[in-house]
């Protein structure tokens, strides 16, 4: 069993910073890959950012200057460093994670999500 946490979630004001984190924890051997995604109020879940184990990166273009994803594999945590946020960056925001494990065959995990509020 694997479990995805993620924090660092609020209210902040247009122009601020959040950065969130996703913590992965069970029987785990590797995450090879984790990224996050955003649901806005009745709109779908879209992707945000993505990173692999090698480092490569792809953003959505809406983050694109804005946000920095990384990962610390000795930690199987995930970040999302969001700057100069805007109002349309409202949403709540999930952690996806690719997991191997001794225990069972590789597959993705999401997190509860996070909600990231930024006013006008």
């Known amino acids: 069993q694997v479990r995805l946490v993620e924090s660092g979630g609020g209210l902040v004001q247009a122009g601020g910073s959040l950065r969130l984190s996703c913590a992965a924890s069970?029987?785990?051997?590797?995450?090879?890959?984790m990224g996050w995604y955003r649901q806005a109020p009745g709109k779908q879940r879209e992707l945000v950012a993505t990173?692999?184990?090698?480092?490569?990166?792809n953003y959505a273009d809406s983050a694109k200057g804005r946000f920095t994803i990384s990962k610390d594999s000795a930690k199987n945590t995930g970040y999302l460093q969001m700057n100069s946020l805007k109002p349309e960056d409202t949403g709540v925001y999930y952690c996806?994670?690719?997991?191997?494990?001794?225990?069972?065959?590789?597959?993705?995990?999401w997190g509860q999500g996070t909600q990231v509020t930024v006013s006008s």
């Open positions: 996806n994670a690719f997991v191997t494990s001794w225990a069972f065959s590789p597959r993705d995990y």
């Open positions: 069970g029987s785990i051997a590797s995450v090879p890959a």
């Open positions: 990173i692999t184990s090698g480092g490569v990166t």
